[in-house]
């Protein structure tokens, strides 16, 4: 069973800057596309970004221009690269297959606050 280790996320000020890990293996990162989610207190699970096999990338509105989702197919690991950070931003964050079709691991929290 797949499980999915989300790492690097933490405590950042307003406009910050950090980096979310997601390392899978070799067949999940050459066969499936893949996402991030997040989910904010209060609130349902939401889409952040996606992208597909050959690279193309699709982002929420409200992070488009501030949060990427660059890969490294040398240790398998795909990133979600998120600067200029709001408070809306705070949340746990979480990988899978895009439309979530695995089982979720425990995400990484993400709080934005001064």
């Known amino acids: 069973q797949v499980q999915f280790m989300e790492s690097g996320g933490g405590l950042v000020q307003p406009g910050g800057s950090l980096r979310l890990s997601c390392p899978v293996s070799?067949?999940?990162?050459?066969?499936?596309?893949m996402a991030w989610y997040r989910q904010a207190p209060g609130k349902q699970r939401e889409s952040v970004a996606s992208?597909?096999?050959?690279?193309?990338?699709n982002y929420a509105d409200s992070v488009t221009g501030r949060f990427t989702i660059p890969r490294d197919s040398a240790t398998n690991t795909m990133y979600l690269q998120m600067n200029s950070l709001e408070p809306e931003n705070t949340a746990i964050y979480y990988c899978?297959?895009?439309?979530?079709?695995?089982?979720w691991g425990q995400g990484t929290r993400v709080t934005v606050s001064s």
């Open positions: 899978n297959l895009q439309g979530g079709l695995m089982c």
């Open positions: 070799r067949g999940i990162f050459t066969s499936y596309p």
């Open positions: 992208i597909s096999l050959t690279g193309v990338t």
